[in-house]
Nanobody
Framework: QVQLVESGGGLVQAGGSLRLTCAAS????????MGWFRQAPGKVREFVAA????????YYPDSLKGRFTISRDNAKNTVYLQMNSLKPEDTAVYYC?????????????????WGQGTQVTVSS
């Protein structure tokens, strides 16, 4: 079992920045790929970013490249999501997730463990 707890969400004005943190406990964190997803009201959960176990590869949808950055600190069992130049359409609940050697890091079905989510609200 892996337990994930997100933090760092909140209310920010458009153009601002936030850094989300996901703290993991349980099985060795370094053996899991980690992902961030988000879900806005009435919409499906969508992929935001992912990072491989070794930190050698990161993944983003084209729409978020250049604004969002995922990173991890395996010594601290923590993964981060730095979000810059935030827009009102980034408003959503953001979820951290862990996957064991996923083939497709962008798919929600690839992930075995999920956090409870943290709300991000961007005002215009």
């Amino acid at each position: 079992q892996v337990q994930l707890v997100e933090s760092g969400g909140g209310l920010v004005q458009a153009g601002g920045s936030l850094r989300l943190t996901c703290a993991a406990s349980g099985r060795p964190f370094s053996t899991y790929a980690m992902g961030w997803f988000r879900q806005a009201p009435g919409k499906v959960r969508e992929f935001v970013a992912a990072i491989r176990e070794s930190m050698a590869n990161t993944y983003y949808p084209d729409s978020l490249k250049g604004r969002f950055t995922i990173s991890r600190d395996n010594a601290k069992n923590t993964v981060y999501l730095q979000m810059n130049s935030l827009k009102p359409e980034d408003t959503a609940v953001y979820y951290c997730a862990a996957a064991k050697s996923p083939r497709v890091v962008t798919a929600t079905g690839s992930y075995d463990y999920w956090g409870q989510g943290t709300q991000v609200t961007v005002s215009s």
